[in-house]
């Protein structure tokens, strides 16, 4: 079972150079999650999708966009690229119900900004 | 969203049982507490998650208090593996998800 399939797993960008992180999952979720973590520090949510068709922010949506493309692809696009979003990023899926389901994550994304 | 306070760290001996805090008291009536953890180098996991009574799984039990205002975590038998940042999250399905800063569990040989 593949779940959550985050690429590419290792990056590095120039200063101002774009790039999209993509996620797929193929678990028939409806919500889908990006995080980023910084070194030492715990993850923050930057963008989120509840479910086909809708994106709301995070706490640290800015630099960021996202696309919600289909049921199965969250995709997250920095558009000009700072050192600050040296990071790692972590895109995560659910099946959100009434019973409150489980997230889960891919393996992440490994970004270094120069 | 509800506030969440955990320990920064805790130790814990290696086969002994471990009981990890959470304090969540402006906790919504509708707020499922799910814990996750973060072994080091990896993504987070899920390990359990429960609205109103006690849980049980087979990775840990979760303890709920009967006003919902705090939670434990136990571990009835730490391992090396166990080792992880743990949190503790409060929420609503079709809503964000938000990590606080958890507790570092280190699990002493």
């Known amino acids: 079972n593949a779940g959550v399939t985050q690429t590419p797993k290792f990056q590095v960008l120039k200063t101002g150079q774009s790039m999209t992180l993509q996620c797929a999952q193929d678990m028939n979720h409806n919500s889908m999650y990006w995080y980023r973590q910084d070194p030492g520090m715990g993850l923050r949510l930057i963008y989120y999708?509840?479910?086909?068709?809708?994106?709301d922010k995070g706490e640290v949506p800015n630099g960021y966009n996202v696309s919600r493309l289909n049921k199965r692809e969250f995709s997250l696009r920095l558009e000009s690229a700072a050192p600050s979003q040296t990071s790692v990023y972590f895109c995560a899926s659910r099946l959100a119900s009434a019973t409150n389901e489980k997230l889960f994550f891919g393996s992440g994304t490994q970004l270094s900004v120069l | 969203d509800a506030k969440t306070t955990q320990p920064n760290s805790m130790e814990s001996n290696e086969e002994e049982p471990v009981h990890l805090p959470c304090n969540h008291s402006?906790?919504?009536?509708?707020?499922?507490i799910h814990w996750y953890r973060q072994l080091p180098s990896q993504g987070p996991e899920y390990v359990i998650h429960g609205l109103t009574s006690n849980v049980n799984n087979r990775m840990a039990s979760l303890a709920i208090a009967e006003d919902r205002k705090s939670s434990t975590l136990i571990l009835h038998r730490a391992t090396l593996r166990d080792a992880a940042v743990y949190y503790c999250?409060?929420?609503?399905?079709?809503?964000?998800?938000?990590f606080g800063p958890g507790t570092s569990l280190s699990v002493i040989p």
């Open positions: 402006t906790i919504s009536g509708t707020d499922y």
């Open positions: 999708s509840a479910s086909e068709g809708t994106t």
């Open positions: 999250i409060p929420e609503t399905s079709y809503d964000k998800v938000i």
